[in-house]
């Protein structure tokens, strides 16, 4: 999302000696770029995560987003867990980059208003912290208000759509001004799921344990990790109720609400069904920055890098979407997420300000968040994962077992994990086995999956991942595949 403005600024620099490299390049694009690298043609790159790998000539700088400094290996928003890689080779581009940076003899810089628990620990040992205390210009960051939606009044009309007063005023004055606001539901589709109110039944996907999302353009229930979707049913598979209930919230929905709510607001959707198309990120940002867009809504895809002085207000329609989910970065997610799009308002010189509408404003993650307060939250969440052990104070390992049979993948992750435990104690290893047990989502694209995780020194984890590579016992009907310090655990 943000490679078009990237590719911009850079280019006023280099002009044409920058190529670009990211995966909405046709194969004969991509070769053409890493050809003209190779050659020397040109010398600076620009791309998302596989850009860490580019053979630039006589390496003097690898740019990975927005910044860039002679003789430095630069990774901007370094926090971000799509630096790593989800299939086979599953590396981290962070980490790889460091790697790279010591065979070239380069400096690494990571860039990151909200850095990585990882990185924050390692300041003071690996690394040394270089603090950028001001905006560029001396604007302050804009006022952050948590909304209680369990006592904030509702917007007249909004029904049950959480939609604030608060919110629902301060996007009208915004309209008013012809100033500019993002709006952040990160949730796409327009339901989260159809639920039969009679016995409760909830429509599912055949092939993955996860809800139906529902989408209005064009109708059809989706599956949101195999793809699959099929139509909106008229009556409940279970008990033939003709009355479906669609729950939860998407950025199709808030998409739908704020037009009629505001009809002569200009809007734009950026999610990853309207960014399928060749150049759709640029074309929307484009309008945005060209002041012919009132109101941007969107994913996560709006929250990180933009800077567009025109915008005023920022509103997270739902700060709760991953607050709870199971896995120990949650929290850390939200934090981020949060704080990172909260810097999108009070670019310009009109200032700005931050509504976030929660159902736990108490929680460390979004107090935190409201306060600007990156040290806070990152020295709370560090005490909080020494109880039970967890990154940083501790590597992890996460041996993923699959397969298409159930019962095979639940005796093979016993035997993994048996396996496990005879291996640490037959080497006196200081590791915890944790496990077998079913991800919490337990099949994905007709594959059962099971975990067994092992905690503890980087060095003893790596020794036991070099040798399980080649000695883990494997049946015929299922797949092992070691996941080094994965970045989540779903």
């Known amino acids: 999302g943000l490679t078009p403005q990237t590719v911009s600024r850079v280019r006023g620099v280099f002009g044409d000696q920058v190529a670009v490299l990211h995966s909405g390049l046709s194969d004969g694009e991509r070769a053409d770029a890493w050809h003209s690298l190779r050659t020397g043609q040109r010398r600076v790159a620009v791309g998302a995560r596989s850009a860490v790998f580019a053979p630039v000539v006589d390496l003097g700088t690898i740019v990975i987003d927005e910044e860039h400094e002679l003789g430095t290996i630069v990774i901007d928003e370094e926090h971000e867990a799509s630096y790593k890689n989800g299939e086979t080779p599953r590396y981290h581009a962070r980490e790889v980059a460091a790697v790279r940076a010591r065979l070239e003899g380069a400096r690494l810089l990571l860039g990151s208003a909200t850095p990585s628990i990882e990185s924050a620990a390692a300041v003071g040992t690996r690394l040394h912290r270089i603090s950028l205390p001001e905006r560029v210009g001396g604007q302050s960051l804009p006022p952050v208000e948590l909304v209680d939606l369990r006592s904030a009044g509702r917007a007249k009309d909004a029904g049950a759509f959480p939609w604030s007063a ?37 429509v599912t996907c055949e092939r993955c344990s996860i809800s139906l999302t529902v989408h209005r353009t064009p109708p059809r229930m989706r599956c949101h990790y195999c793809d699959h979707d099929e139509a909106v049913p008229g009556k409940c598979r279970e008990c033939a109720s003709d009355m479906q209930r669609m729950r939860g919230i998407g950025t199709q929905q808030l998409e739908h609400f704020l037009s009629d709510r505001f009809p002569d607001a200009r809007l734009a959707r950026m999610d990853l069904d309207t960014t399928t198309t060749k150049w759709s990120h640029h074309r929307i ?153 079913p991800a919490p989502l337990a099949k994905i694209k007709d594959r059962w999956r099971w975990h067994v995780l092992l905690k503890g020194a980087s060095s003893e984890i790596g020794r036991v991942v070099r040798f399980a590579a080649d000695q883990l016992p494997s049946g015929k009907r299922v797949r092992v595949i070691i996941d080094r310090d994965p970045v989540s655990l779903l």
């Not at 301060?170 to 949730?187: D, I, K």
């Not at 639940?410 to 037959?426: Q, T």
């Open 166 to 202: 608060k919110l629902d005023d301060a996007v009208t004055r915004v309209l008013a001004r012809e100033e500019q606001a993002l709006l952040l539901l990160n949730r796409r589709g327009f339901a989260a799921f159809l639920q039969c109110p009679g016995c409760g039944h909830v």
């Open 285 to 437: 940002l484009e309008q945005v920055e060209r002041q012919e867009v009132d109101l941007l809504l969107g994913t996560q895809m709006i929250a990180k890098g933009l800077d567009f002085p025109n915008v005023t207000l920022v509103g997270v329609v739902d700060a709760d979407t991953a607050l709870y989910l199971p896995d120990f970065r949650s929290a850390e997610r939200t934090f981020q997420l949060v704080a990172q799009v909260a810097g999108r308002a009070g670019r310009g010189p009109a200032g700005g300000k931050v509504l976030v509408q929660t159902y736990n404003p108490d929680h460390y993650a979004l107090t935190h968040a409201a306060a600007h307060d990156s040290d806070g939250f990152l020295a709370e969440e560090l005490e909080i994962r020494r109880s039970p052990l967890y990154p940083p104070h501790v590597s992890l390992a996460n041996f993923l077992v699959s397969g298409s049979v159930e019962q095979d993948v639940a005796r093979e992750a016993d035997r993994l994990a048996n396996w496990c435990h005879a291996l640490v104690e037959a080497r006196e290893l200081p590791l915890t086995v944790l496990g077998p047990a």
